[in-house]
Each structure stands twice: as structure tokens, then as C-alpha cells.
């Protein structure tokens, strides 16, 4: 059980800062190793080949001096004075040699000072190089009259020609400053990357927690982090704005689902307590039939919407007239809505218009904009509308004009939230305010799109977009909106 426990315990989380200096401090000193070592290696071959020219011309200074008469090694007097001159311009320590052997490798000089038996522990076997690898030994020929009377040995330690203290002290103090430098560098950038990230993070917290007044006032350099910042800004502006509507929603459509429900329980139960006379109960189970009436289509709005949020309502794209169907739809709008006389223009330009699309959709959307137009209307005047049919290339468009009393403007970008009613539509009716959004979602399933065009005290006009068929003379069959009647 407790392993089960521990395999189940989130990892610990480390701030981006720590992460990604610690991750560049690594990378940083691993590269710089393989630079160094690079370095130190081609240091050492230089240094090493350097001082063994520097060891074979003390080596010839040598010879010459020693260089006799008679075929014979004439070791000066100053000799030892001349190496330990050279030892010091040369800036070598105590690992270093000079051997002067005649023909018979017997050792005439040395400096320092050694046997014959040292002579042997210091070269190989057959004196022809150092014995210990880690001196390096070039070799001189003493020439006299073209003849050789000897050699000379320069023996010199190989970590005293590579490396010498002050090239490790700099190539240390070159590593550590690099190091320290790159790492401060990215800290500094890992540092100012990550206070805006924070701040964003600690906003989002908050807003987890239901503030949405949060405040980010961060102005960058960086082009993406000013973005980032903007973005978020305006996401808590416009989540805050939601929330408020979600309230104000959730409180309407309580109130308009409640009041249906409180007015048809008063109603039945005036009735059935025999409070009114026959007449009037009569009359009270019709209002409380139309109040039922009205609570169905609200809870039908309801659910056509989720089920369009959904994805789950079919929507046909099939090749439809445009301008038939309109036709068509204001025939029956018209015959609905007969007592109330509703004037309808139409005007369609000259040629076939064929969309694709489903027309059942397309005369819901229509039928919604028609009846919010006659909502709109103000009391005792007659109803006008004008609509009218228009081509481009790729799409087609159906603009409906009415004469009501038009959209506020504060409300005008607010009409097509889901559940949003204006305070006039408030007072002169009741609804959940789910029509535009619905119609809105319908032509946007359809490939076009429903938007306000206009709007002003005189009137308002909005805009159906569909795509446009483009080659009616196809032999697709077409498939167009008929009524009942003209089956």
C-alpha cells in the first residue's frame, strides 16, 4: 500500500528561474570542459613542440662550444655559467638536463651534476631516447671537420614545457570568468522571462478562485510576452463580463420560466376552489393554456439550443433557390400573422440564386428575424418590412429591414450572447433570449453567417450570409423548399 501511495505522489515542481539556470549552468560547464580540454591539448602539442626547438638550439649553442681540436670534446670553463644562464631565459625549473657524451657514450658533462650509472637510469637501454616518457630529449651532434666527437643530450620534463603555472591559473581563471558570465547572463533573462509568467500564473489563480478583478500592469520589451500579457488582461475582462451575464442570465430565465408556472398555479387553483363563476374559470384555463404555451416554446428554445451547442441537430447541405424559398416563407409568415396586417417588399435580382444549404434551417432563421422585427414594432404602427436578396461571387445574402424601434447601442455587440434580452424586449415580451444566438449558430453550420448590419430608432437590418452554388446548370437535381400547398 505504500509504495502504491508513494508511485501516486506528484513529483515536486521547480520555479522556471531555478530550472533553466541550473539546466544552463550544466550545459555551460560541460561545453566549456570540452573547449578546455580542446584547448589544454592544443596548449600542450604547441608548447611541447616549441620547447623542443628551443632544447635542440641550446643543444647546437652547446655543441659549438665544446666542439675541440685534435677530434677531441673541449669542455670550456664557463659552460656551467652559459646553461644556468640559458635555464633562466628559458624560465624551466629543476626537470631539466644536459648530457655531453663522447663517441663511446661515456659522459664528459653534466648539469646538473650525475654519474655514469645516472646516465644510464636517465636514457634507454640503447641511449637513444629518454627513458622516463614523461621527459621529452632531443639530440645534438658535435661536429668537428665533419667528423663527430659526440652528442649532446637536452633532457627537459614534458609537464614543464606544456603546462606551466601561470597558462593553468589563466585558462582557469578564462573558464570560471565564462562560466560565471553565461550563467549570470541567462539568470538575468530567466529572471525577467519568468516575473511576467508568475504574474500571469498568480492571476490565473485567482481567477480559478472566482476574482476576476485581477491586475496585471506589466509592460515589456518582449513583443510575445506583451501579447501574452494583453491577451490574459482581456480574457479576465471578458470572463469577468460573462460571469456577470451567466448571473443575470441564469436569474432571467428563472424568472421567465417562474412566472408561467406561479401564474398558471394561481389560475387552477382560483378554479378549482370555486373563487371565480364558471365564466370566469373558463376564461382563467384559457390564459393559463396560453401561459403553457408560452413556458413549451421557451423550453423548446431551450433545447434546440443545447442541442446545437451540442453538434447533435442535422443540418442539410443540399442545393436550395434562395430566392423561391423566401418567397415561400413570407406567403406563410404572412398567413400567421394576418391580423396583425404585416407589410413584406421583396426584392430579388434578375438570374437563379442557389445556395447550399438546408431550408428548414434557413426559414427558422428567417422566421426569427420576421418575428423579432414585429416585436420591435412600436404599439399602433403598421408593420414594414423590406427584404431583399443579393449576389456576389461566393456567397449570397438576405437582408431583412424593419421599421421598429431599433437596438441601443450599448446592446447592439451584446444581442447575439445566448440568454442576453434587451430592456425594451424585457417589457414587451417574454423569452429566454436564445432566438438570435440559435439563428446565428444555424447559418454558421450552413458555412455563412448572421450578423447586425445596422440598427437605429427608424428600423434595424440584419444579414444572412450563405454560401453561394455556383453552377446551377449542373445536373444535380435540385432540392428546394416547397410548402404544404404547393406539393
Not at 544552463?24 to 589544454?40: E, M, Q, R, T
Not at 609537464?159 to 591559473?169: F, G
Not at 373558463?282 to 451540442?310: C, G, H, P, Q, T
Not at 455563412?448 to 450563405?466: A, E, N, R, V
Request: aromatic share 8%.
Amino acid at each position: 500500500m505504500d509504495r502504491k501511495l508513494s508511485r501516486k505522489t506528484p513529483k515536486r515542481k521547480t520555479s522556471i528561474l531555478s530550472y533553466w539556470t541550473l539546466q544552463y549552468f550544466l550545459i555551460l560547464c560541460i561545453g566549456f570542459i570540452i573547449i578546455v580540454a580542446g584547448a589544454l591539448y592544443w596548449i600542450r602539442t604547441t608548447s611541447l613542440e616549441k620547447g623542443l626547438k628551443t632544447a635542440e638550439l641550446l643543444g647546437l649553442e652547446i655543441a659549438e662550444k665544446v666542439s675541440g681540436t685534435e677530434n677531441k670534446l673541449h669542455i670550456p670553463p664557463d659552460l656551467d655559467r652559459l646553461v644556468d644562464k640559458r635555464t633562466k631565459l628559458f624560465n624551466t625549473d629543476n626537470h631539466f638536463c644536459i648530457m655531453i657524451l663522447d663517441n663511446n657514450n661515456q659522459l664528459i658533462y653534466s648539469n646538473p651534476k650525475m654519474t655514469q650509472q645516472e646516465v644510464y637510469t636517465r636514457l634507454s637501454d640503447d641511449l637513444s631516447e629518454p627513458r622516463n616518457h614523461k621527459f621529452a630529449g632531443v639530440t645534438v651532434n658535435v661536429v668537428d671537420a665533419d667528423q663527430t666527437l659526440g652528442k649532446v643530450w637536452v633532457l627537459q620534463s614534458k609537464k614543464a614545457i606544456t603546462y606551466s603555472p601561470d597558462t593553468l591559473l589563466i585558462v582557469g581563471l578564462l573558464f570560471a570568468a565564462l562560466i560565471l558570465c553565461g550563467w549570470f547572463t541567462i539568470y538575468l533573462l530567466s529572471r525577467k522571462l519568468s516575473k511576467p509568467i508568475r504574474q500571469v500564473a498568480h492571476a490565473a489563480e485567482q481567477i480559478r478562485t472566482g476574482n476576476y478583478d485581477v491586475n496585471l500592469n506589466l509592460d515589456t520589451k518582449e513583443q510575445e510576452l506583451n501579447e501574452l500579457v494583453h491577451s490574459f488582461r482581456e480574457m479576465s475582462l471578458r470572463l469577468q463580463q460573462l460571469e456577470e451575464w451567466r448571473n443575470l442570465s441564469l436569474a432571467g430565465v428563472t424568472h421567465e420560466l417562474k412566472t408561467p408556472v406561479t401564474s398558471i398555479k394561481g389560475l387552477v387553483m382560483a378554479v378549482r376552489d370555486d373563487i371565480v363563476s364558471p365564466q370566469e374559470g373558463k376564461e382563467f384555463l384559457d390564459i393559463a393554456l396560453k401561459e403553457s404555451e408560452r413556458m413549451e416554446r421557451m423550453v423548446a428554445d431551450l433545447l434546440d439550443y443545447n442541442a446545437m451547442s451540442a453538434g447533435s441537430v442535422a443540418v442539410r447541405h443540399e442545393r436550395v433557390d434562395l430566392s423561391l424559398l423566401v418567397g415561400e416563407i413570407i406567403y406563410q409568415w404572412k398567413i400567421a400573422y394576418e391580423d396583425q396586417s404585416p407589410e413584406v417588399a421583396m426584392h430579388v435580382p434578375a438570374g437563379a440564386l442557389y445556395t447550399i444549404g438546408d431550408a428548414l434551417r434557413i426559414q427558422q432563421i428567417i422566421v426569427n428575424l420576421l418575428n423579432n422585427g414585429l416585436q420591435a414594432t412600436a404599439s399602433g404602427q403598421t408593420t414594414l418590412f423590406e427584404i431583399r436578396l443579393r449576389a456576389e461571387e461566393n456567397y449570397l445574402y438576405v437582408d431583412v429591414l424593419d421599421n421598429g424601434t431599433g437596438i441601443a447601442e450599448e446592446d447592439q455587440f451584446k444581442i447575439f450572447e445566448r440568454f442576453y434580452r434587451g430592456e425594451l424586449k424585457k417589457r414587451q415580451s417574454r423569452g429566454l433570449g436564445l432566438g438570435l444566438t440559435y439563428s446565428r449558430l444555424l447559418a454558421q453550420a450552413q458555412g455563412g453567417d448572421l450578423t447586425l448590419t445596422s440598427s437605429s430608432p427608424k428600423g434595424s437590418q440584419f444579414t444572412l450570409k450563405l454560401p453561394r452554388w455556383k453552377t446551377p446548370e449542373a445536373t444535380t437535381p435540385e432540392k428546394a423548399y416547397r410548402s404544404p400547398a404547393n406539393a
